[in-house]
């Protein structure tokens, strides 16, 4: 099968890391991701003021490349868009749902993007881990030559996976997708009642310590429930829990340092995927020493 | 003595200006009245002047009498001095192009624009790292570009401009410098972002880096330079600032060519 993929801007640099295992994995489940042949920065963030239309014609016009690549041939009739970023997936989604809900928005959008052929609000955002809930988890199971035996994992959603509810994957409140992904995996699940706090978002840029004490609670909490490892599925998050754990540190000098997984590099390990895919040296807290004491590294299953 | 070099520089360029007027005399002036068969009315900042059709948007205004100081360079469409901005009447549309490379129409309303005060940001190419972040740290305005497209429309060149700006975004040096290779540096697409980047010059840092740090080092561009440093080309280029315009004119049509 064949999809539209959106990268992102993120999924191109700092988290290429990403990118490259959900090629990997994606493939193994017989998902071929094509890259939009065009696309822009998906618009970062959703606008929540009314009247902000600009702000939606970057998201528009990536969907409008949907269009594009069904109608060269290189999408056979799929109107799908596949995403990775939660970020980006939360802005394209939102535009969508705008414009789908507001017949006068997307036609001022559409007049102001007159070099473009008309969007007709017919492409569907789509996350990844939506994807492999229909192909179903125990597809995912069936590739699973490497099981994370012992593996403590806390999922984390942060919020644009889950919130507003109208765009979310799951249930804004008890989200499980990440769990019943991670089971089939064969790790341990740790559950705890921060995987769906803020991680503090672009707070980053303004004032890390921000940051820093939002994700030290959200360390430790999943620390002390006893997991080894979060995993999760947006590279800012990634950055605000795993590149920030050298400030958490210095204000903290106890705490011990907890790798940070994105869900399709845990996918890559469990697929038992040649190792190169796995990029973890773009991992701020190397992943290795764990996977090793684990005993799940250093095996390459792959035929 | 260094301001006197610069005074006469300025003397000089006053009187380059005043030879390449000469040099296109005959396309503005020489034409007699009666024998042109079609005319158009141009209104240059407002006021309406009669000129042939056949002229370009910068013949015209020297035409109609103005004498470019600024706004105009080579004439050839290669520089982008010649910035302009009109519109046609009847449309709401305001529209760019070099005036050197578009033919006047009929009721075109014109101005020049001499130059773009665009922030250009100072750096050393060899002390930066070769990532997306040596973008957005001299130009943090990258960040909101919203894909509006108004720079490619107003790109004289006909650039993929705002697809080059993504491809700053996303970090792909090498798409952003063959994008953005034919730039001019007209800087009309930043007189017409709205979210207020100067791509031209992020353009140019990025190509900078992909030069620097991802092309290979071309072995007769180093051997040139070491010639240029070492002197080699002091005693011609002395020669060559000093000689009349007719024996400029001479060494230029006998120059060596390449084979076309």
Not at chain 1, 131 to 150: A, Q, Y
Request: charged share 30%.
């Amino acid at each position: 099968m064949k999809i539209s993929y959106y990268p992102g801007c993120t999924l191109k640099t700092n988290a290429k890391n990403f990118e490259n295992s959900a090629i990997a994995v994606a493939r193994k489940l017989g998902v071929e991701l094509i890259e939009l042949t065009r696309w822009n920065c998906c618009g970062t963030v959703f606008s929540l003021t009314d009247d902000d239309l600009i702000h939606n014609v970057a998201p528009i016009r990536n969907l409008i490349r949907v269009e594009e690549m069904n109608n060269n041939g290189l999408i056979n009739n799929d109107k799908r868009l596949l995403t990775l970023c939660s970020m980006c997936y939360n802005t394209l989604k939102r535009a969508n749902l705008r414009v789908k809900e507001n017949p006068d928005d997307l036609e001022k959008i559409n007049d102001l993007m007159y070099l473009e052929e008309n969007y007709e609000g017919e492409v569907e955002v789509l996350h990844f881990l939506e994807l492999l809930r229909d192909i179903g988890f125990e597809k995912v199971r069936e590739n699973v030559k490497n099981p994370l035996k012992g593996l403590m994992i806390a999922p984390y959603y942060g919020c644009m996976l889950l919130r507003p509810k109208e765009v979310g994957i799951d249930d804004p409140e008890g989200p499980t997708i990440q769990e019943e992904l991670y089971l089939e995996l064969g790790a341990e699940i740790i559950d705890n009642p921060y995987k769906k706090v803020c991680c503090g978002s672009y707070q980053i840029i303004q004032d890390k310590y921000v940051v820093s004490n939002l994700a030290y609670d959200i360390l430790t909490h999943a620390k002390d429930a006893g997991a080894e490892a979060i995993s999760l599925s947006c590279p800012l998050c990634a950055y605000n829990l795993d590149s920030i754990q050298k400030e958490v540190k210095e204000k903290n000098p106890q705490f011990v340092e907890m790798p940070v997984f994105y869900f399709t590099q845990l996918m890559a390990v469990a697929f038992g995927l040649d190792t190169e895919v796995f990029g973890f040296d773009l991992n701020y807290v190397d992943p290795r020493p764990l996977l090793n004491d684990k005993n799940l590294l250093g095996r390459n299953n792959e035929e | 003595m260094k301001n006197k070099d610069e005074s006469n520089r300025k003397l000089d360029a006053g009187k380059i200006m005043d030879r390449i007027a000469k040099a296109s005399e005959q396309i503005v002036s020489g034409v007699k009245d009666e024998e042109v068969e079609n005319w158009v009315t141009i209104y240059v900042m407002g006021r309406a002047y009669k000129v042939p059709a056949d002229l370009t948007i910068l013949t015209a205004i020297e035409y109609a009498g103005y004498k470019f100081l600024r706004g105009c360079g080579c004439r050839q469409g290669f520089c982008g001095a010649c910035s302009t901005v009109y519109r046609k009447k009847g449309e709401y549309k305001l529209q760019t192009g070099m005036a050197c490379q578009t033919r006047v129409e009929d009721g075109m309303f014109l101005v020049q624009i001499p130059f773009t005060p665009a922030e250009k940001a100072s750096y050393d190419i060899g002390k930066l790292n070769y990532n997306v972040n040596s973008l957005f740290q001299y130009y943090p305005e990258l960040a909101r570009c919203v894909s509006c497209n108004t720079c490619t429309k107003a790109c004289p060149q006909d650039l993929e401009v705002m697809d080059y700006v993504q491809a700053g975004i996303k970090g792909d040096f090498k798409e952003l410098a063959e994008k953005s290779f034919d730039c001019i540096q007209c800087g009309l697409c930043a007189i017409r972002c709205p979210s207020e980047l100067v791509q031209y010059n992020i353009a140019q840092l990025g190509r900078r880096l992909y030069g620097r740090y991802d092309s290979p080092e071309p072995e007769h561009l180093k051997k040139r330079l070491q010639e240029i440093q070492e002197g080699k080309f002091n005693e011609v280029m002395e020669k060559i600032t000093q000689i009349s315009i007719e024996e400029m004119e001479k060494l230029y049509t006998e120059r060596e060519r390449e084979e076309e």
